[in-house]
């Protein structure tokens, strides 16, 4: 099983375990339909849960991915294979080397709005019409050119947002890349 997102708001909730209940309850699902185990993306920052709250709930990290993605995973057996990143960024990033692409899906609740807000300012303010490529598989976000696989804003090749962003950042981030 993957656990892909876990988000508890408002932050006057983080800190007081509920982020260890949900985890258990991945677990004992998983265990429930025979998994081999769980995994979990994680890295520092926004948007992802913190790598601390699954090593303390008995996950380790068998891999990682650049940036600074984690993949980390709880086991069931010893000898249940380990979960592993594909390796292939660069060819994967290719295929997107003109204009602005953004990749999605419907994992996440504020994807939509920053979608919208986002391709609204890439026309008005930049003069570009973005491709959005919507993701409707767990085997297409394992073909996406980031280890988050969910989200991805790539502008002429290459990768300029890997998880989900305001439209201040990318108004920043379009700012520092057409210089």
Same mark, same amino acid.
């Given at each position: ?8 708001? $408002? ?8 982020? #260890? ?12 339909? !025979? ?16 790598? +601390? ?12 991915? $650049? ?16 979960? !592993? ?37 890439? @026309? ?17 976000? @394992?073909?996406? $050119? ?5 989200? #991805? ?23 520092? +890349?057409?210089?």
């Amino acid at each position: 099983m993957l656990i892909h997102c876990l988000f508890i708001m $408002p932050k006057k909730l983080k800190g007081k375990g509920y982020g #260890s209940l949900m985890v258990d309850e991945c677990v004992k699902d998983a265990r429930k339909q !025979k998994m081999h185990g769980v995994a979990v993306v994680a890295r520092k920052g926004t948007w992802m849960a913190s790598r +601390e709250l699954f090593l303390k709930n008995g996950f380790e990290l068998v891999d990682t991915a $650049p940036p600074d993605f984690e993949l980390l995973v709880k086991k069931f057996k010893k000898s249940a294979p380990s979960p !592993k990143f594909k390796d292939d960024w660069n060819r994967r990033l290719r295929k997107y080397d003109k204009g602005l692409t953004i990749i999605r899906s419907d994992q996440c609740p504020y994807v939509a709005k920053a979608l919208r807000e986002i391709c609204e300012t890439a @026309q008005k303010t930049y003069g570009i019409k973005p491709r959005v490529i919507e993701l409707k598989s767990g085997k297409d976000a @394992q073909r996406a $050119p980031s280890p988050f696989g969910v989200f #991805s804003i790539i502008l002429h090749g290459k990768l300029v947002a890997d998880h989900p962003i305001s439209n201040t950042r990318f108004v920043n981030i379009m700012k520092k +890349e057409l210089k």
